[in-house]
């Protein structure tokens, strides 16, 4: 034991309670820099018949302010709702709400005997099984009209003010599946009860609901998250610091802040390993320090979500030459915040100062440089970056900047222009 006064139960439970790079937060306690975000969604839920529409980059914290905002806004007594589009569409989406009603055993084991009723015995469109053997649950909905019957059936399960998360909109690649939704939220107004949606999506989805309804744009409130400032981020690790004892120095929290680019999966990524190596120190701790760090970032990218990983391996992994000029091209484009760079700016504000400490290492020239870009947009890449007109470059998913941002690092490239930490 090398953080004083803790036993390993003990520290792992202070850990527990402050880092969750694997689960959404759910507490508004430690959701940090999402005030405001939150005061919107309580004033647009105060409004009747006003629903939510959280969009922002994958991985920005949607879900995370959705659970939180649902579990304020939510009548005690019962849960909200949470369900999340999948393969499916929008019918298991609207089957899922209705079976969160019911008990796990009739969602999935036909009674063997007794009585049975469906939803149509009171007037509602779907089938429920309610003590006798047969299909189990509510049915997915055909119709319109089958769906607004399972919300209202749902409310009359839930008293007060019920609210239903609806996540991953992104994942309906289907046009129908979305039209669908649209059609949906337009009617909810027909509904003579006290519930609320909060759906989750990128931009895109919550473009292609308003300008293909022009009346959801009346009924959603689109809210959107942005990055979270370093100012915030630090308090992810330092209110962890203060609870076990430990101080964090201010250039590793910018380091770690730079290297998260707004994105809090990797502060608590990194921070949940910072802690352990210091816990894990042979010696005394106190403070955090640079062997800490090191290691508690190679441990966070052995950790990273494995898309990330699988996604920014397809792009560099070709021949060994190759591989590292890709790497090198892709931290170059990684260097800046900025969504869209110029070629010109990447290749000579960024590239040329990394390949500067690179040893042996030669640099391309821009021509070639930019035939690396050019190739890091195609699939045989993972259309890891995406082109926009002549000469200009952005990652398709800002999340990946993060992650190239902590590959370099582990090899020792720091991006941003940040002062080597002591």
Not at 297 to 313: D, F, P, S, V
Not at 369 to 383: W, Y
């Amino acid at each position: 034991m090398s953080v004083r006064g803790f036993s390993k139960e003990r520290f792992q439970g202070v850990l527990t309670d402050h880092f969750t790079p694997s689960k959404e937060i759910q507490t508004l306690s430690r959701l940090y820099g999402r005030q405001n975000a939150l005061q919107r969604i309580e004033r647009a839920l105060g409004s009747q018949g006003r629903h939510i529409f959280l969009y922002g980059d994958r991985g920005v914290g949607k879900t995370s302010v959705a659970r939180t905002a649902a579990v304020l806004h939510n009548s005690g007594g019962h849960a909200p709702i949470y369900v999340s589009c999948g393969a499916a569409g929008y019918a298991d989406a609207l089957q899922a709400i209705g079976n969160a009603v019911l008990e796990i055993e009739k969602r999935f084991e036909p009674p063997v005997s007794g009585r049975s009723a469906g939803l149509n015995a009171f007037g509602f469109g779907a089938t429920l099984n309610l003590g006798n053997a047969g299909t189990p649950g509510i049915a997915k909905p055909e119709t319109l009209n089958q769906s607004l019957d399972i919300i209202r059936y749902v409310c009359s399960k839930r008293p007060g003010r019920l609210v239903i998360v609806v996540d991953e909109m992104e994942r309906l690649t289907s046009k129908d599946d979305r039209n669908k939704f649209a059609e949906l939220i337009k009617n909810l107004s027909t509904i003579d009860a006290d519930f609320r949606f909060i759906f989750c999506g990128i931009a895109s989805d919550v473009d292609e609901l308003l300008n293909s309804h022009e009346s959801a744009g009346r009924i959603l409130e689109a809210i959107k998250l942005d990055k979270l400032r370093h100012d915030e981020l630090w308090k992810i690790i330092t209110s962890a610091g203060e609870a076990v004892g430990l101080q964090i120095d201010r250039e590793m929290l910018i380091r770690i802040g730079q290297i998260s680019d707004g994105f809090p999966h990797y502060v608590h990524l990194i921070g949940e390993e910072l802690f352990w190596q210091s816990f894990d120190d042979p010696d005394p701790v106190t403070a955090v320090v640079r062997s800490h760090y090191v290691a508690a970032i190679k441990g966070a990218l052995l950790r990273t979500e494995a898309a990330l990983r699988n996604g920014y391996q397809k792009a560099t992994q070709k021949s060994a030459k190759n591989t590292v000029e890709y790497e090198e091209a892709l931290w170059a484009v990684a260097d800046s915040t900025a969504d869209r760079r110029q070629v010109q700016d990447i290749h000579a504000s960024s590239y040329l100062r990394i390949m500067e400490g690179r040893g042996d290492r030669q640099s391309l020239k821009r021509d070639q440089f930019n035939h690396r870009l050019l190739a890091l947009c195609k699939d045989s890449h993972g259309r890891i970056l995406l082109r926009h007109g002549s000469g200009w470059f952005s990652f398709r998913e800002n999340i990946m900047r993060g992650y190239v941002r902590l590959t370099a690092e582990e090899q020792g490239v720091e991006l941003g222009n940040l002062a080597v930490i002591s």
